[in-house]
T-cell receptor, first 112, second 112 residues
Framework: SQKIEQNSEALNIQEGKTATLTCNYT??????LQWYRQDPGRGPVFLLL?????KEKRKERLKVTFDTTLKQSLFHITASQPADSATYLC???????????FGSGTKLNVKP | NAGVTQTPKFQVLKTGQSMTLQCAQD?????MSWYRQDPGMGLRLIHY???????DQGEVPNGYNVSRSTTEDFPLRLLSAAPSQTSVYFC???????????FGQGTRLTVV
């Protein structure tokens, strides 16, 4: 079965620094890999999608990379702010499968 | 647009009781799904649907039923509640191969 691994330990960084979160997957190669933000007591909110044939995607202060050889995606937040503190989830969608598979998320704490 | 609407937000059930969690979306998405989220476990897929009249099981389907009679609605039924079903439930809709998932605000269910 598909396994998605995210660092379960919280990531603590200083305001202004770049936060880098990791998502590793096993077994099947996804067609798409997605990143979501989840705040306490709320549902996840979609942030970015990157396709299998894309190496990098950017949106404002966010950057996602996708390395199908390493089976890994990195999610970067540059110039991080305390408002970026949340749990970030990665999810993948396989070819011809209409399902999202989610990781358990990594909590990011940005300290002022 | 309301997006994805879940009801109720909170529910307490006694062991053995049954209930239905409601989910409705107004984005004309064919794909709808139900997840449960437990601490440290991430989002686990219960059931999903790729269109009216079509449903399939996810990772943890036991104890839950679904049906999809319309594009808009995807209710989740707990047949005989057990304490192990205490969790936060999220409904989501979207187009897995094109964009991210849209989540409802969640239902916090406690079974005593």
């Amino acid at each position: 079965s598909q396994k998605i691994e995210q660092n379960s330990e919280a990531l603590n960084i200083q305001e202004g620094k770049t936060a880098t979160l990791t998502c590793n997957y096993t077994n099947y190669s996804p067609a798409y890999l997605q990143w979501y933000r989840q705040d306490p007591g709320r549902g996840p909110v979609f942030l970015l999608l990157i396709r299998e044939n894309e190496k990098e995607k950017r949106k404002e202060r966010l950057k996602v990379t996708f390395d199908t050889t390493l089976k890994q995606s990195l999610f970067h937040i540059t110039a991080s702010q305390p408002a970026d503190s949340a749990t970030y989830l990665c999810a993948l969608v396989r070819y011809n499968f209409n399902k999202f598979y989610f990781g358990s998320g990594t909590k990011l704490n940005v300290k002022p | 647009n309301a997006g994805v609407t879940q009801t109720p937000k909170f529910q307490v059930l006694k062991t053995g009781q049954s209930m239905t969690l409601q989910c409705a979306q107004d984005m004309n998405h064919e794909y709808m799904s139900w997840y449960r989220q437990d601490p440290g476990m991430g989002l686990r897929l219960i059931h999903y649907s790729v269109g009216a009249g079509i449903t399939d099981q996810g990772e943890v389907p036991n104890g839950y039923n679904v049906s999809r009679s319309t594009t808009e609605d995807f209710p989740l039924r707990l047949l005989s509640a057990a304490p192990s079903q205490t969790s936060v439930y999220f409904c989501a809709s979207g187009r897995p191969n094109q964009e991210g998932a849209f989540f409802g605000q969640g239902t916090r269910l406690t079974v005593v």
